[in-house]
């Protein structure tokens, strides 16, 4: 028999993902996970509109997720919120507030792929795409491209027109400091980790500096397992995590076969995920009750 598995780490079609909540939790079940957390980013709409009964979801346990982007100079930085109350209305009422920076966001990059790319959109899509009720990210302009005949394949919109575009509209990108991240979760009742560290592009001596600023302010913990790492990089978030006394998590980052083809839920890129035990759920209480 298949070994039960944990994957904290996973996106629905309420931001950048391709299934439902429910049809992920199904997903979950089938391929013997046993723990999960849906971590859309920057919204709590996935979580809050699980539908599947408690009956349904016997056998499997769904913990409050989120993924909040941070601003940062170098990489990119998320910070993964665990066991919060969803329903917390001053989390609720920012994570609003982010939404409609990161409309403006994506309105600035659909206008920067025209001057650049002279890629155009009819006004219907872009409207539809703006006015949608769940988050809207680059993936949804590369399904356009893909839509539109610029592309054929998420990736290659990406690496064609996307990163490259991304960047010169950095000023309205979007994400809140690392600090408000951590006091959204935490004032909400919940653990704040950083997500794959490796996407911050710092070296080991840098990372430990910026983590014990973190942890000074209130990171809990740190995610170690990820299906972009490779295993030296692995151990090395594992020793940091001993060293500086960071919770462990993890998860394989699941989008959808579109999105990220290559990441399965559960075990990650080539089966390079096998996840049994976190210190994050045996060594903090976490509400799971979704």
């Known amino acids: 028999m298949e070994e039960s598995k944990i994957d904290l780490h996973m996106h629905s079609n309420y931001s950048d993902g391709e299934y439902s909540p429910d049809e992920l939790i199904k997903m979950a079940k089938e391929k013997k ?27 499997i ?9 941070a601003k940062t100079e170098k990489g990119t930085m998320h910070i993964l919120g665990y066991g919060f109350d969803i329903n917390n209305q001053a989390f609720n009422d920012r994570l609003i507030e982010i939404k409609n920076k990161n409309v403006y966001s994506i309105a600035c990059q659909i206008k920067q792929l025209q001057k650049d790319f002279n890629i155009t959109f009819s006004t219907e899509d872009i409207v539809n795409l703006l006015n949608r009720k769940s988050n809207i990210g680059r993936p949804d302009l ?3 491209c893909i839509k539109y005949g610029y592309a054929t394949t998420v990736e290659e919109a990406f690496n064609r027109y996307l990163i490259s575009n991304y960047k010169k509209v950095k000023g ?12 959204l979760i935490r004032n909400a009742s919940g653990v704040a980790v950083l ?22 302010y209130g990171l809990e913990g740190i995610e170690v397992y990820h299906s ?32 990220k083809p290559e990441i399965e839920l559960g075990t990650g890129k080539k089966n390079n995920l096998l996840i049994k035990r976190l210190s994050i759920l045996e060594e903090k209480k976490i509400k799971n009750d979704l």
């Open 195 to 216: 997500a794959h560290p490796k996407t911050l592009e710092l070296g080991e001596k840098d990372l430990r500096i910026l983590l014990k600023e973190m942890i000074w």
């Open 142 to 144: 590369a399904r356009l």
């Open 172 to 183: 309205a990108q979007k994400g809140i400091s690392w600090k408000e991240c951590i006091d």
């Open 33 to 59: 996970i046993k723990v999960m957390a849906i971590t859309d980013h920057d919204t709590l709409l996935g979580n809050q509109s699980i539908t599947l009964k408690k009956e349904e979801r016997r056998g």
């Open 61 to 69: 346990t769904i913990i409050p997720g989120i993924e909040l982007s």
């Open 228 to 259: 972009g790492n490779t295993k030296e990089e692995q151990q090395t978030y594992l020793e940091i995590a001993k060293d500086l006394h960071l919770l462990v998590s993890g998860g394989s980052d699941y989008h959808g076969p579109n999105i």
